[in-house]
């Protein structure tokens, strides 16, 4: 009597090398580079340029990468069949909660599809069905649930980080503007820990600051103008012809210089 076969791993790992080389192709096109299968103006490019084709600072197309590279190890595991697909489930049903929070956001924020990206989300909904029906039987529901939903809350929190941190960039870049335009001046040297601070507090908008460097060894250095303004400490702030010594949170410097407060 012959033994009975398993469920076949062939459709697992064609489809996972189908994610695979598709994500990679994507991640060229990541920031908005046009390619062939993207061209200027689709849809396909308006996503891939937004700031929904990162998450947590790692392009999209990385993540799958990482998901299909995995599924395809997977696809060559052990020589059960069953124990394969039941392996493939979990990670399928993660990856189908993303890929839902990514259709969504091309749907109701961008207002626009990607075709490529909809391909890759057909091809996990596709290993998420094959794996519940080969792997179900075996599987409880916890295995499917939890990491599909783990995923989307991973997902919408990465986007929601993203955004307070755009904010934060944004609040930060206009009170710096708004310092250098109102006149205030903000004296440092460059081995001063504080002053380092100070300007770590406005990440990337630190280079919009009224900055005066006043170590003479520096090659921007103004000495003689932080001696004028009577700086006896770093960092020292002038504001409104008031003087300031020591770190300066943002909101006090935007109360002090009359901005808006955060």
Do not use: N
Not at 37 to 66: E, I, K, M, N
Not at 86 to 111: D, E, I, K
Not at 169 to 196: D, I, K, N, Q, V
Request: hydrophobic fraction near 45%; charged fraction near 15%.
């Amino acid at each position: 009597m012959r033994a009975r076969r398993g469920p076949p791993g062939w459709p697992l790992a064609s489809l996972a090398a189908a994610g695979f080389l598709l994500s990679g192709y994507l991640w060229f096109g990541t920031g908005g580079a046009e390619l062939p299968l993207c061209p200027a103006g689709s849809g396909c490019q308006v996503v891939q340029a937004s700031r929904y084709a990162s998450l947590l600072g790692v392009p999209l197309p990385v993540y799958g990468l990482a998901y299909y590279g995995t599924l395809l190890v997977v696809a060559g595991w052990g020589t059960d069949p069953a124990r394969r697909w039941q392996l493939a489930l979990p990670l399928a049903a993660a990856g189908s909660g993303a890929t839902l929070v990514f259709l969504g956001v091309q749907r109701f924020v961008l207002q626009t599809f990607c075709s490529l990206c909809v391909l890759s989300a057909v091809l996990s909904f596709a290993l998420f069905a094959l794996s519940w029906t080969y792997g179900r039987p075996r599987v409880r529901w916890p295995v499917v649930v939890l990491p599909a939903v783990g995923a989307v809350v991973v997902v919408l929190g990465g986007y929601a980080l993203a955004e307070r941190q755009a904010v934060a960039t944004a609040y930060a870049e206009g009170l710096a503007r708004h310092l250098a335009a109102s006149g205030a001046r903000f004296y440092g040297a460059y081995w001063c820990p504080h002053c380092t601070e100070q300007k770590r507090m406005f990440g990337p908008a630190a280079r919009y600051l009224p900055y005066v460097e006043c170590d003479p060894r520096a090659p921007d250095g103004r000495p003689e103008e932080c001696r004028e303004a009577g700086v006896r400490a770093y960092p020292t702030w002038v504001i409104g012809g008031r003087k300031y010594e020591g770190t300066i949170p943002l909101a006090d410097l935007a109360r002090l210089s009359g901005y808006p407060p955060p």
